[in-house]
């Protein structure tokens, strides 16, 4: 097989493209809706933010990041890495609850949610499912735990069982995104200034599991030496690769929002500082 298949090996499963097409096109109604009224909160980087969000995800299910994932772990890392630190935080990024709302048809809002929102339990639930400690600890349970060899073989080997796990790291990744992006209508809770330790401690988990995979120095998985090896490959370099992959591009996605967040509780902390300077040389 030519190493140009990497890149032209497309398999479209039209049931989610289906399902990302209607997604779509529910947000684009809401947001070109709220948008007249609330320019200043959804500008055109949000649309921008949530489409693309979206079209990682049928890149991850549809391009040779799925064709080729049963073959090379590399790529399977890579469609992991997709689904879990590229689509949810753009769709976050897209402040997706309102606009989704708003673009609903009317009858589904008054029969279906209205009731359900009068309640009080939606917004009860999604309060606790974004919770930092909860959030953190789902996504990564869910990480770690899908990792784990006998779990993973587990989930190659059904259909099925392989689309809940790709689920799982999607939605508990939209979980672990939320506070640290804080989409409105989201309310902060507590000093930003945690989100510090939540971030980097999720860097430690990515780090141990990649470092597992590059020093192990053994096949984790043993389906990926089974099979013939695509581009002269072996698969223990290729679990190397892989690991090697989730490090450097793990922390990457956790460490710079940390800086940004530190760049920004510090500037602010720095204006307050000199307003009450300021304020102080007035009297």
């Known amino acids: ?20 097409a209607v997604t779509a096109a529910i947000y684009v109604r809401g947001w070109m809706r709220i948008r007249r009224t609330r320019p200043e909160q959804f ?18 299910v549809a391009s040779p990041l799925d064709t080729f994932s049963e073959s090379l772990l590399f790529m399977h ?12 935080p753009l769709m976050v990024l897209g402040a997706p609850v309102v606009p989704m709302l708003r673009g609903l048809p009317r009858w589904m809002i008054q029969r279906v949610l209205r009731p359900l929102f009068a309640t009080g339990i939606a917004h009860h639930v999604g309060a606790w499912l974004t919770r930092p400690r909860v959030a953190w600890i789902a996504m990564n349970a869910a990480y770690v735990g899908w990792h784990i060899p006998r779990a993973y073989e587990f989930a190659l080997a059904s259909e099925n069982w392989h689309n809940f796990e790709h689920a799982c790291f999607f939605f508990t990744s939209v979980m672990f995104w939320w506070p640290v992006i804080a989409p409105w209508p989201h309310r902060q809770r507590g000093s930003r200034w ?30 990926y030496g089974a099979i013939p090896r ?13 690991g090697a992959f989730m490090w450097v591009a793990g922390s990457t996605v956790f460490l710079i929002p940390a800086m940004m967040i530190t760049v920004q509780l510090l500037s602010q902390r720095r204006e307050r500082l000199a307003a009450q300077n300021i304020l102080a040389a007035n009297r």
């Open 194 to 223: 945690l989100l510090l330790p939540y971030l980097i401690t999720a860097d430690l988990v990515n780090t141990g599991v990649s470092a597992l995979l590059c020093f192990s120095g053994r096949l984790l998985y043993p389906s």
């Open 77 to 88: 890392m890579a469609q992991h890495f997709v689904l879990m630190s590229v689509a949810p």
């Open 230 to 242: 695509l581009f002269g490959l072996t698969a223990l370099n290729d679990q190397i690769a892989a």
């Open 1 to 20: 097989m030519s190493e140009d298949a990497l890149f032209t090996t497309w398999d479209i499963p039209w049931a989610v493209t289906a399902a990302l």
């Open 43 to 60: 500008p055109v980087w949000r649309l921008a933010a949530f489409l693309g969000g979206l079209l990682a995800i049928f890149v991850a």
